[in-house]
């Protein structure tokens, strides 16, 4: 199935965010399994095209993020960084970018549950 909304790489940075959030455990599908940013991506294709901009914006500062905080893009770091990450998001350590980033981290966390 292609994308309707995202590029390969912004599929594959909510892919990795959604994972994050919502992680598998065993006997548990997360939302990986779920195909939380296949929804995402949907969504944003339709009801939610409003957002299309502010995903974008986002998604490419949550990078800049990641190589500021560990010198590369989210989707190569290693599990304990991307969660280190999102943890510093969601308590608003990120500097300037604490309040966008922090109501990103709550829209992306909406969706995706």
Avoid: W
Avoid at 36 to 65: E, M, P, T, V
């Amino acid at each position: 199935m292609s994308n309707m909304f995202f590029n390969e790489e912004e599929m594959g940075l909510v892919q990795a965010i959604c994972g994050r959030l919502i992680p598998s455990e065993p006997g548990s599908p997360g939302a990986i399994e779920a195909k939380a940013c296949i929804y995402i991506d949907h969504a944003l294709a339709g009801y939610f095209s409003h957002l299309q901009n502010y995903y974008r914006q986002r998604l490419h500062d949550f990078n800049r993020l990641a190589n500021r905080y560990y010198g590369a893009d989210y989707v190569r770091l290693a599990a304990e960084q991307q969660d280190g990450l999102l943890r510093s998001i969601e308590h608003m350590q990120v500097g300037e970018d604490s309040d966008n980033m922090r109501v990103f981290f709550e829209v992306i966390h909406e969706h995706t549950i």
